[in-house]
């Protein structure tokens, strides 16, 4: 009877281990902000571009202003996941859910977006990957105080549905859509003109949307930075360098379809 005794003693043992230890495995970690960083490899971005756009985001994760920020927070840790796309069905995650809550999980992280291979890919469809970026947040297990997508490229969408329907669906959900739009070739047949208007009107949005674009190499990594700096603290101030707030002016607004209009030329359409 002892011997019964103890053995359902075991087993009650062993089952809170187990049945608490899945309650652990099922919470989900707070976080002050979570951060899909989604960059362009469509064929406009030339290698040199794509490397230093790699570099510039794992030099802004060891910049002790991003350090700062992430310490500065409510939980004091930040969510990051880092992927890349080019066509409608072309987005691939290359760093998964990561929470960074202090110097060397952050540092850490910074070198695996240094170490990542460069890959280049047909068309760009930023409503593909917007679309892909809300899908992320899904499968985080977090509780995050601000959910960002933070997107960077140097075209207009051209592939996949309008990128203004996308946006606006995301926003609906309470996610914010930062963006860097990247300027630092002369504009070609193919080009978008004005590819900073085309963001600001036709891509960001959200609670506090805003975009840092990048015109030349000397100020990449600067712009990346304070892009960083802004979405980890949560503030956007009503001036700051570099910086433009989604649609702030009603005035000369982009055309959201040029891209796609470019596309149809480009085909004989």
């Known amino acids: 009877m002892v011997g ?6 075991l087993v009650g043992i062993v089952a809170a281990l187990f049945f608490g230890g899945q309650a652990r495995c099922h919470a989900q970690t707070e976080v002050d902000l979570a951060l899909v960083i989604a960059v362009d490899i469509s064929y406009s971005m030339d290698a040199d571009e794509q490397d230093l756009q790699k570099q510039g985001f794992a030099e802004a994760f060891r910049s002790p202003e991003v350090h700062e920020a992430i310490r500065k927070g409510l939980n004091g840790r930040i969510a ?7 066509g409608a069905n072309d987005q691939r995650v290359l760093i998964p859910w990561t929470v960074l809550d202090g ?22 469809s930023i409503s593909g990957a917007l ?11 977090l509780k995050a105080g ?29 996610m914010t859509i930062n963006g860097l739009p990247i300027m630092l070739k002369e504009d070609g047949f193919y080009d978008t003109p004005n590819l900073d208007h085309y963001y600001r009107d036709c891509v960001i949005g959200g609670r506090g949307a805003f975009m840092v674009p990048a015109r030349e190499r000397s100020q ?30 009603a005035a000369g607004r982009a055309n959201c379809l040029i891209g796609e209009m470019q596309m149809k030329e480009r085909r004989g359409n």
Request: charged share 25%; aromatic share 6%; glycine share 8%.
């Open 4 to 9: 019964f005794r103890r053995l359902g003693s």
């Open 80 to 86: 990051v996941t880092y992927m890349e796309w080019a």
């Open 103 to 124: 110097p060397e999980t952050i540092l850490h992280f910074a070198d695996q977006i240094a170490s990542l291979p460069l890959r280049r890919a047909a068309r760009t």
């Open 131 to 141: 679309g892909m970026a809300s899908r992320l947040f899904g499968t985080s297990n």
């Open 146 to 174: 601000r959910r960002v997508i933070d997107v960077s490229g140097d075209g207009a969408n051209n592939e996949g549905r309008a990128v203004t329907q996308a946006r606006d669906e995301i926003v609906a959900q309470g």
């Open 220 to 249: 990449f990594q600067q712009a990346i930075k304070t892009k960083i700096v802004l979405e980890v603290s949560g503030m956007t101030p009503a001036e700051a360098p570099l910086l433009k707030r989604a649609q702030a002016d």
